[in-house]
C-alpha cells in the first residue's frame, strides 16, 4: 500500500511509452501524486511529483506532440494540492493521536487494570466499545479487595460521549473509597447514589431526560461460599454451576443510581450459594442486545448454558470472539464483563 504511488507512476509511464501516442496516457501521472497525498508526508509527495513532471518532459522527447505543456501544467497543480493536502491530513493525524492519548488516560481512571486473582476469587474482565475509534464509553466496572470481601462493580450509564464517561468516573471513583469505609453492599450503594447525584447537579444532562445509571454491587467473602448481590435495576448475573445455569434474580428491585431520591432508596441484598468450580457471569446489556443482521439479539442465556468448564480468562475470550462473529463487528452498544470463579482452598 505504501509503495502503491510508485507503482502507479511506473505503470503510467511503461503504458504511455509502450503504446501509441494517440492513446495518451501520459496524461494519467497526475494521479500519483494524488494518490502520495493519502500515505505519505509532504516531502515525499512532492518529490514523486517532480518525478512524473521530468517522466511527462522525457516522454516528450520521445513523442513529439503529446500536449506536454498542458499535462506538465497539470502535474504541477496536482502535486502543490496533494502537498497541501499531505500537510493537512498529518495534522489531523496527530490531533487524532493527542485525541487517544487522552481517551486511554480516561480508560485508565475509569477502567483500571485489575488483578485476575483476590486469594482464591479469579476475576477477568472485559470492555469492547461501540464506537470503532473510541476507547471507553459509559459502561463500567471495579473490582476492590477488602477486609469484608472482594467486592465487584459493573454498570452502565445511561447516554453516550463524554457526559457519561464523567458519570462513569464518579461513580467508580466513589466505589473504589465506599467499599474500603462501608461495612455492608447498602451503604456502598448509597455513596454511590449520591456521587451520581452531585455529578448530575453539577453537569445535568442535555434535553428533559434524567441521567441515571444502574449499576450491580457484588461482594464475595474471602472463605467463599456465598455471594452477596444488590442489583440498581441491571441485567441479574448469570451462574453456571456444573452444567446448571441459573439468573440471579434479586427479590426486590433497588433503585437506579441518581433515582433514589424519586422512587425511594430502599435496598435489597440477596444471598447465594458460590462454591468452587461455579463461574458467574457479570454484563451489561450491551453483551444481551448484541444484534445479528437479522435483528436477533445474542442469545446469552443459551451460549452460557453450552460453556465447557472453563477459566475466567477463557470463557471472556469466547465470548469476546462468539459476540463479534455474531454481530459480524457492528456493536451498537458498549460492552462490559466480569467474568469470576472460585478456586480450591489451598491445603
Not at 4 to 11: E, F, G, K, N, R
Not at 172 to 181: K, T, Y
Request: net charge negative; glycine share 8%; with cysteine.
Amino acid at each position: 500500500m505504501r509503495l502503491s504511488p510508485v507503482i502507479l507512476t511506473v505503470v503510467i509511464a511503461s503504458l504511455a511509452y509502450a503504446t501509441p501516442p494517440e492513446m495518451a496516457f501520459s496524461r494519467l501521472l497526475p494521479a500519483a501524486p494524488a494518490l502520495a497525498a493519502a500515505m505519505w508526508p509532504v516531502l515525499p509527495t512532492v518529490l514523486l511529483g517532480t518525478v512524473c513532471l521530468f517522466l511527462m518532459i522525457g516522454l516528450s522527447i520521445v513523442f513529439p506532440g503529446l500536449g506536454t505543456w498542458w499535462t506538465a501544467a497539470g502535474i504541477i497543480a496536482v502535486t502543490v494540492a496533494a502537498a497541501y493536502g499531505s500537510h493537512v491530513r498529518l495534522q489531523r493525524e496527530r490531533t487524532l493521536f493527542q485525541v487517544r492519548l487522552v481517551a486511554d488516560a480516561a480508560q485508565q481512571v475509569v477502567l483500571s487494570p485489575m488483578p485476575r486473582r483476590h486469594g482464591s476469587v479469579e476475576i477477568e474482565s472485559l470492555y469492547l466499545a461501540a464506537a470503532a475509534e473510541a476507547r471507553i464509553g459509559g459502561d463500567f466496572y471495579e473490582v476492590v479487595d477488602t477486609r469484608y470481601g472482594v467486592r465487584l462493580l459493573i454498570g452502565d450509564v445511561r447516554g453516550k460521549g463524554l457526559p457519561a464517561v464523567g458519570a462513569a468516573a464518579a461513580i467508580v471513583n466513589s466505589f473504589r473509597e465506599a467499599a474500603h469505609g462501608e461495612a455492608d453492599l447498602v451503604s456502598v450503594a448509597r455513596r454511590l447514589d449520591a456521587s451520581s447525584t452531585r455529578y448530575n447537579a453539577a453537569f445535568p444532562p442535555e434535553g428533559p431526560m434524567e441521567r441515571f445509571a444502574t449499576a450491580l454491587l457484588v461482594e464475595i467473602p474471602h472463605e467463599g461460599g456465598r455471594v452477596e448481590i444488590l442489583n440498581c435495576g441491571h441485567p441479574p448475573p448469570l451462574l453456571l454451576n456444573h452444567g446448571k445455569l441459573r439468573a440471579l434474580e434479586s427479590t426486590s428491585p433497588s433503585p437506579l443510581l441518581n433515582l433514589a431520591e424519586l422512587i425511594g432508596d430502599h435496598y435489597t441484598i440477596d444471598t447465594f450459594d458460590f462454591t468452587p468450580g461455579d463461574l458467574l457471569l457479570l454484563y451489561t446489556d450491551g453483551v444481551a442486545e448484541a444484534r445479528a443482521r437479522d435483528g436477533e439479539f445474542f442469545p446469552l442465556a443459551a451460549w452460557m448454558r453450552r460453556q465447557p468448564p472453563t477459566p475466567p480468562h477463557e470463557l471472556l475470550a469466547a465470548l469476546h470472539r462468539d459476540l463479534l462473529d455474531y454481530s459480524r463487528g457492528r456493536l451498537d452498544d458498549d460492552i462490559a464483563a466480569l467474568a469470576v470463579s472460585l478456586r480450591e482452598p489451598s491445603p
